[in-house]
């Protein structure tokens, strides 16, 4: 079942904290755009399915990328769209409509799109993969 245009929306404009529903529509086209040319086959229709309408045409007909972006370089491209954009007000954009995806997607959809991604883009998605953190942990020093 997709979320609702309004639903998506203001999830994006509150984890954005963006002062209006334009600005967060603005950044989510932007995103959705750029991942949707990362994507390829199922797991693409699969996430349009549980998009809203207007940003499943987007994530559809998508932005062609010569080659997969890394996670670093996607938020670059983000920023080159976004007027007066900075990497770090880019950087914020893709994880608030990044991270909303994924809760509309579900954790196996987002898991399968993922794997389609160059690494790093799970941070983007607001889903660290934990291969590495417990290792990393002061308890078990």
């Known amino acids: 079942m997709a979320m609702r245009w309004e639903a998506f929306l203001d999830q994006v404009q509150e984890r954005g904290e963006y002062p ?59 920023a080159a769209w976004i007027e007066g954009a900075t990497e770090q007000t880019a950087a914020w954009d893709v994880g608030a409509v990044l991270s909303v995806a994924a809760d509309a997607a579900g954790e196996d959809l987002t898991r399968r799109v993922l794997l389609q991604l160059p690494p790093g883009y799970d941070l983007l998605f607001g889903r660290p993969q934990d291969t590495t953190s417990h290792e990393h942990s002061p308890q078990n020093r």
């Open 20 to 78: 209006t529903s334009a600005d967060a529509d603005r950044a989510a086209r932007t995103v959705l755009a750029l991942l949707g040319a990362h994507l390829v086959g199922d797991v693409r229709a699969e996430l349009a399915a549980r998009l809203p309408e207007t940003f499943a045409l987007i994530l559809l007909n998508p932005l062609q990328a010569a080659e997969p972006l890394s996670a670093e370089r996607f938020v670059r491209a983000t």
